[in-house]
């Protein structure tokens, strides 16, 4: 079973020829709504993967919350832990041009009233094999669940996103740290491209290490000295938003499923996740792009 404490936005997506500059309006051609907020992805993408899923956040008393509820219903989530709160839902803004470039911008709103968590939470955060976590919600609630899961025997793992430094009191609960290498340097505060230095430098941090490398895969590292680097499958990648969901939600999948990370474990729960992250890019849009088990099974090389 694996527990997610985190976001949930509704993505605001219009497609437009150009981008507006400071004070301009253009305009725009396609508009859709869809799902998102890194909690709620990597829930769906947990989900998906064949994992039992809970979801902790909060939506907003507004229309935009319905939907998100229901999406999350909809992928089978069990949505007992996330609040209707006053006020507006998580937004993002998000314009795309014809190459590709966007601008974003995200209104937290009820993700922002997720600052203190409940004992049916602390039931489920405890009775779960993983707790996964990232940045989108106050860090109060990140840190309270984060020390539930420790005390509960619940693997703890946090995917630094959006990236900043973390405390102490939270690095101390993390069994396994989730990163990009951009929020690899930040977490760090280490400025290198060279993944071997950035893993160095996270397992002085946390006990484990992944670092995602895009199209060549993905590296782990431990405090035992075990340094393993998978390559991700070959693909034609289309668009590559919400690969890192993909790929976060199938590793809390497989660690939920072989009992934790290690030398021994490490090399298949990567390659799998890895398989996720391809499946992902493979296919346009973000939430709607995460891939099912079996989908995941089939770029899946042992
Ligand atoms: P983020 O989306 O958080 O920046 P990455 O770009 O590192 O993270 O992608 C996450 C994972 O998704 C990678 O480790 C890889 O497994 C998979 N992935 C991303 N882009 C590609 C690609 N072009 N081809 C194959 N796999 C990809």
């Given at each position: 079973r694996v527990v997610v404490v985190g976001s949930a936005n509704l993505d605001l997506v219009v497609t437009t020829p150009q981008l507006p500059k400071p004070g301009e309006t253009v305009l725009g051609d396609d508009f859709r709504t869809v799902p998102g907020g890194k909690g709620a992805n990597q829930a769906v993408a947990a989900a998906r993967a064949g994992a039992d899923c809970d979801f902790v956040g909060a939506v907003g008393a507004d229309d935009f919350g319905g939907l998100l509820r229901d999406n999350l219903v909809a992928a089978g989530i069990d949505v007992r832990g996330l609040r209707t709160v006053d006020g507006p839902s998580g937004v993002a803004l998000i314009a795309v041009d014809g190459a590709a470039e966007n601008f974003i911008v995200v209104a937290p709103g009820a993700n922002a009233a997720l600052t203190a968590l409940d004992d049916a939470d602390?039931?489920?955060?405890?009775?779960?094999?993983?707790?996964?976590?990232?940045?989108?919600?106050?860090?109060?609630?990140?840190?309270?669940?984060?020390?539930?899961?420790?005390?509960?025997?619940?693997?703890?793992v946090l995917n630094a996103a959006p990236a900043r430094p973390l405390p102490e009191e939270l690095l101390d609960r993390v069994d396994v740290l989730v990163v990009n290498e951009h929020e690899a340097a930040v977490v760090a505060g280490v400025f290198t491209d060279e993944p071997a230095a950035l893993l160095d430098a996270l397992v002085a941090l946390v006990p484990r290490a992944v670092l995602t490398l895009g199209a060549r895969g993905a590296a782990y590292a431990d405090r035992h000295g075990t340094r393993i680097e998978v390559p991700a499958p070959k693909v034609d990648a289309v668009d590559t938003t919400a690969a890192g969901d993909a790929f976060t939600g199938a590793l809390a999948v497989a660690l939920a499923e072989r009992g934790g990370l290690c030398a021994d474990t490490a090399p298949a729960v990567l390659r799998w996740a890895c398989a996720a992250g391809a499946a992902c890019a493979q296919r346009p849009g973000a939430s709607t792009a995460l891939p099912e088990r079996l989908t995941i099974d089939a770029l899946y090389v042992a």
């Open positions: 602390r039931t489920a955060v405890a009775a779960a094999d993983v707790l996964l976590l990232q940045l989108e919600v106050p860090p109060s609630a990140v840190t309270q669940a984060a020390g539930w899961a420790r005390d509960g025997g619940t693997t703890v």
